[in-house]
């Protein structure tokens, strides 16, 4: 039985907010980002080690703190407040890396970065969701996922400039910069234009019948559909990620000094790509089925592995991209779609937005581990194969294990529940 709730109706200035939000907070989540590699090796001239283990450690607190974020955004009233604190924490934690830039001290900061910003993505999920409401989800995600491509590019373009034209440490205090908008974003967002039960997944009563009976097992929030997701989000990362980085390696080989333009030029391309994309996406999400729009993102990541082995230019390599943005704008769109039909009325929406995240990172983490040992061992096309036959794994797993979510109110055995996700456990 779905719980009754007032039409929402947020207000321009929240909407607007959102939107502001969108653009700048999931750049601002990962401090300077890859620009810190740069610093680290050419103006405080450490060696990789020291680099990796930076990396490394800030990662894998990254991945060790997702799901607890995204349980601790279910649990908390104003999410808005959280994103200007998680912000906030980043910008501190930039400044004291800029000014005082040892090991012990980029290692710390660097950590912290990656446990506040994942606090950042689960949030605005739910602020959006607690916002327009199930109806308008669709649209907004699209939205987001839109918005916030246009805010990397720019993001790229300015960091780049910055630290060209004023020196590396100039990265950091950009950032710090562009935090103080995104703070003011987040606490513009009106604390009664959110549905905090809808925020969370929580717009449907957990049923309750099996609990009156006397030795009934508790009810639980997922079943099978979840962990197929979760699978496959971890498949696609696993052959997605690595894919640039050993473009990157491959164009650098080619292109000599302009490699790093044209690495450049190949991420403006599929953040543009991703654009229009995300927008399509939110539009048609609506009135189609989940499961097609989703396995045509699954689709095109075989296609392009397999594509990288014909191409040998770095125009070619890197007009490659185009797939990229396409299938990234739908797995982002889609991923975050189908975790909310699954969890609807559970409450627990973010925490699988935190363990999607999760799995997505641990996939990102090991694509890159993966490719680099088979790459290094038998060449580019070996490596590029074996990424598109695991592109094709996920796709096969997805398409004949992932029944579609839309609209459903049933569970997959038919038994009658409140909650798409909440299965009497076996």
């Known amino acids: 039985m779905t719980r009754p709730s007032a039409p929402i109706t947020p207000s321009r200035r929240s909407l607007r907010a959102l939107d502001a939000l969108a653009f700048l907070a999931p750049d601002i989540q990962g401090g300077v980002g890859p620009f810190l590699v740069v610093f680290m090796a050419g103006t405080l001239a450490w060696d990789p080690q020291r680099i990796g283990t930076v990396m490394f450690v800030s990662a894998l607190v990254g991945l060790a703190v997702q799901a607890p974020a995204g349980a601790l955004i279910d649990s908390v009233r104003h999410k808005p407040r959280w994103i200007a604190g998680a912000i906030s924490l980043i910008a501190v934690s930039l400044l004291v890396m800029a000014n005082w830039p040892s090991y012990g001290v980029i290692l710390a900061g660097q950590s912290l970065i990656g446990a506040?910003?994942?606090?950042?993505?689960?949030?605005?999920?739910?602020?959006?969701?607690?916002?327009?409401?199930?109806?308008g989800l669709d649209a907004r995600i699209g939205r987001n996922a839109a918005i916030t491509a246009a805010g990397t590019v720019l993001w790229a373009l300015g960091t780049g400039w910055v630290g060209h034209a004023f020196g590396p440490h100039a990265m950091f205090?950009?950032?710090?910069?562009?935090?103080?908008?995104?703070?003011?974003a987040a606490l513009r967002i009106r604390h009664h234009d959110i549905d905090l039960q809808l925020a969370r997944g929580a717009d449907a009563?957990?049923?309750?019948?099996?609990?009156?009976?006397?030795?009934?097992?508790?009810?639980?929030?997922?079943?099978?559909?979840?962990?197929?997701l979760l699978a496959c989000a971890f498949l696609f990362h696993l052959a997605n990620a690595a894919m640039l980085?050993?473009?990157?390696?491959?164009?650098?080989?080619r292109a000599?000094?302009?490699?790093?333009?044209?690495?450049?030029g190949g991420v403006i391309v599929t953040q543009l790509v991703t654009i229009p994309i995300g927008l399509a996406v939110g539009r048609w999400a609506p009135r189609l089925p989940r499961k097609p729009i989703f396995l045509?993102?699954?689709?095109?990541l075989p296609v392009r592995g397999l594509l990288y082995l014909l191409a040998d230019s770095p125009a070619a390599l890197l007009a490659l991209q185009l797939l990229d943005g396409i299938g990234a704008g739908i797995f982002g769109v889609m991923l975050t779609l189908t975790i909310s039909d699954l969890t609807r009325g559970s409450g627990h929406f973010n925490?699988?937005?935190?363990?999607?995240?999760?799995c997505?990172?641990?996939?990102?983490?090991?694509?890159?581990?993966?490719?680099?040992?088979?790459?290094?061992?038998?060449?580019?096309?070996?490596?590029?194969?074996?990424?598109?036959?695991i592109a094709a794994g996920a796709l096969a797993l997805f398409a004949v294990a992932m029944p579609e979510t839309r609209g459903r109110g049933r569970s997959p055995a038919g038994a009658p529940t409140a909650s798409a996700l909440t299965s009497t456990a076996s």
């Not at 205090?173 to 703070?183: D, E, S």
């Not at 009563?205 to 197929?228: F, I, K, M, N, Q």
């Not at 000599?256 to 450049?264: F, N, Q, V």
């Not at 070996?382 to 036959?389: E, P, Q, R, Y």
Request: charged share 5%; proline share 4%; aromatic share 8%.
């Open 351 to 358: 925490f699988a937005l935190g363990l999607g995240a999760a």
């Open 296 to 300: 045509v993102g699954f689709a095109v």
């Open 205 to 228: 009563e957990p049923p309750t019948a099996c609990s009156s009976v006397p030795g009934a097992r508790a009810a639980r929030w997922y079943d099978h559909r979840l962990l197929v």
């Open 173 to 184: 205090f950009y950032a710090v910069a562009m935090a103080l908008p995104t703070i003011a």
């Open 116 to 135: 506040a910003g994942t606090l950042v993505a689960p949030a605005i999920a739910a602020t959006s969701l607690g916002m327009v409401g199930r109806a």
């Open 256 to 264: 000599g000094t302009s490699a790093a333009l044209w690495l450049s």
């Open 245 to 253: 980085t050993l473009v990157a390696q491959k164009v650098g080989t």
């Open 360 to 389: 997505v990172g641990l996939g990102a983490a090991l694509s890159n581990l993966v490719a680099g040992t088979i790459a290094h061992a038998a060449g580019y096309g070996t490596a590029f194969s074996v990424l598109a036959g």
